[in-house]
């Protein structure tokens, strides 16, 4: 048998977590917060309970692996990493082990190329900030890669401000002091900005994404000019805010009235800005480097309107963006990292994606139905989507865990709530009694794979819920439960080579309703990371208004369960 070469990836800070690449290819990935229920799971610690979880799942010795590679944020990796072998060594009892480094924006490159199917590509990464360089951190970075060749070709940089939400002084301009105001910042620490001003976390800029639909622009944000000059261009902490200041004095209100009053309109501009200086820097890149594909990753590619935006405008041929942008891909990036120091080249394939979390036997899951007293049923597939279909069809909500959990922040029917997309008041009843949320956040789509681009404009297929398309005309009002203010939606597309089962639910619920269209939102309430074992999934069920749960084959109708709630 020919040899196999494991290496595992970590990352620490937020959104900790790990990946395993087996020779060459990404095998497994899980972010912590699945497993320790705490969302973002930030901590300086190593997540030894994913890493063990991951490799019990493939069955595999932590003596089996080639090597580990470990990420950080905000450090200079390269200081940490000898205390951080020191302390993963200690754990497993190992003399010694390969152990390398992979700086921060590195490993989001390395994820989002080996994870493309691209020969060559430009890569961009941005991020609220990455590793430390000097008395600095990276804001965004550039990338080229050729084959097996990639070389760094720019870089901005951030300039170290006290980064807390609760700091008022680093988002509102009448408070910032001098020397603050003039600051370099990255993009999606603007973004970060806004996003802290409406009252939001700097984990919560999706809020502020599906705010910005029902506002305008309150300033021309074309005055701002990214053209020409690669990555060497000024974004200051004052920027945008100094005119929003402005603004602000000339309404005549307080601040908290002031940003009552204009909160959509607020997130509109900032949505705007950020849209115009992507499109224009990444065109820019393009010129310059004539490559015609482009790869993202990085936080601020969670941000499906301005990717979608980016594709229609910036005119690369194709774009990949990994489905873990933010820094839950961070373990994958190092995983990658570690392979190239230690075994050589990885693949470039996209075919593993995006099911590479852990599944749950059937043992496990009887147990679990048990210990909570449920009565289930079990179904063969086709059975299964077709109740699943009848039940989504009278309007009933469904719950779905199956197969390996999703990597990423979006749910993509692995571990899912499933809802009619067609029911105008089905956004409301989810808000009222399933996912306790705000009402003016949009719900998304999952379609077939080959009717994507019949039910939305979208310039490229969508696999991942990372693009945002608008609903086509004759769609709009048959949709209504997806399409959000903007007529727009945040699409995810499932062949039947990836998933038969979801393929054949969409399928079955055409046959009742006209459309292979249904609503598909994260296994979570408000505030908790998505579902990641059974046990998780039926507390969640239980405690919301999910009224039938699909475990598997197992199926639990809350309605045949009354005598035992
Ligand atoms: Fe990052």
Redesign the pocket.
């Known amino acids: 048998m020919p040899q196999e070469y494991y290496t595992l990836g970590i990352h620490i800070g937020h959104d900790r977590g790990a990946s395993i690449v087996k020779n060459g290819v990404l095998f497994a990935h899980l972010a912590q917060d699945r497993l320790d229920r705490i969302k973002h799971s930030e901590f300086p610690d190593i997540p030894f309970e994913t890493i063990d979880a991951l490799l019990n799942y493939c069955g595999l010795k932590v003596t089996e692996l080639a090597a580990v590679g470990v990420s950080y ?1 905000n450090v200079e990796v390269d200081r940490f990493t000898p205390e951080l072998k020191d302390i993963f060594c200690a754990y497993y009892n190992l003399q010694n082990i390969d152990f390398f480094g992979v700086s ?2 590195l490993a ?1 490159a390395l994820s989002t190329y080996y994870t493309s199917d691209f020969d060559r590509a430009l890569l961009f990464i941005a ?2 900030a ?1 590793d430390a360089v000097g008395d600095k951190l990276e804001a965004e970075s550039v990338f080229v890669a050729d084959g097996e060749e990639i070389y760094e070709v720019e870089k901005r940089l951030h300039e170290v401000i006290l980064d807390l939400p609760s700091r008022p002084f680093l988002y509102n301009y009448a408070l910032m002091n001098e020397t603050d105001r003039k600051k370099e910042i990255s993009i999606a620490k603007k973004y970060e900005q806004f996003t802290n001003l409406l009252g939001f976390s700097h984990f919560q800029c999706g809020k502020t994404m599906g705010l910005s639909s029902y506002g305008r622009p309150m300033i021309d944000v074309r005055s701002y000019d990214f053209r020409g000059r690669g990555l060497s261009y000024s974004l200051r902490c004052q920027d945008l805010l100094d005119k929003i200041h402005d603004l602000k004095l000339a309404s005549g209100l307080s601040y908290p009235d002031f940003v009552r009053r204009e909160r959509a309109n607020l997130a509109s501009t900032v949505q705007a800005f950020v849209e115009h200086a992507l499109i224009q820097i990444v065109a820019d890149l393009r010129d310059r480097f004539n490559l015609e594909n482009l790869c993202l990753a ?2 601020l590619f969670l941000n499906c309107v301005a990717n979608h935006k980016l594709i229609e405008h910036a005119l690369f041929k194709r774009v990949h963006i990994v489905p873990a942008a ?2 839950d891909g ?1 373990s994958t990036g190092a995983a990658f990292g570690a392979y190239l120091q230690a075994c050589g080249p990885p693949k470039r394939t996209s075919s593993s994606l995006p099911f590479l979390g852990l599944s749950h036997s059937s043992s496990s899951i009887r147990r679990s139905l048990e210990n909570f007293n449920l009565k289930y049923r079990e179904l063969e597939d086709l059975e299964m989507a077709q109740v699943l279909a009848m039940e989504l069809g009278r309007g009933r909500v469904v719950g779905i865990l199956r197969g390996r959990s999703e990597m990423g922040p979006r749910a993509l029917c692995h571990r899912s709530i499933l809802a009619d997309s067609r029911r105008p008041d089905m956004k409301q009843h989810l808000n009222a009694h399933v996912k306790f949320r705000e009402v003016f956040r949009p719900y998304a789509p999952v379609v077939t794979w080959e009717d994507q681009h019949k039910y939305f404009d979208l310039k490229q297929d969508s696999p991942f819920m990372l693009l945002a398309a608008t609903v086509r005309p004759a769609y709009r009002d048959l949709l209504g439960a997806i399409t959000h203010v903007d007529n727009t939606a945040r699409v995810q597309a499932i062949s039947r080579e990836k998933d038969p089962f979801v393929h054949s639910l969409l399928r079955e619920f055409e046959k009742l309703s006209g459309v292979p269209v249904l609503l598909n939102t994260s296994f979570n309430v408000a505030g908790e990371p998505i579902v990641e074992t059974p046990h998780d999934a039926i507390s969640t069920f239980l405690s919301t208004g999910i009224d039938v749960l699909a475990l598997e084959r197992f199926l639990v109708d809350k309605a045949q369960n009354t005598d035992r709630l």
Request: avoid cysteine; charged fraction near 15%; aromatic fraction near 0%.
């Open positions: 944020v921060h924006h989001h991020d609220g990455g990085g936080g933010g820094d961070q």
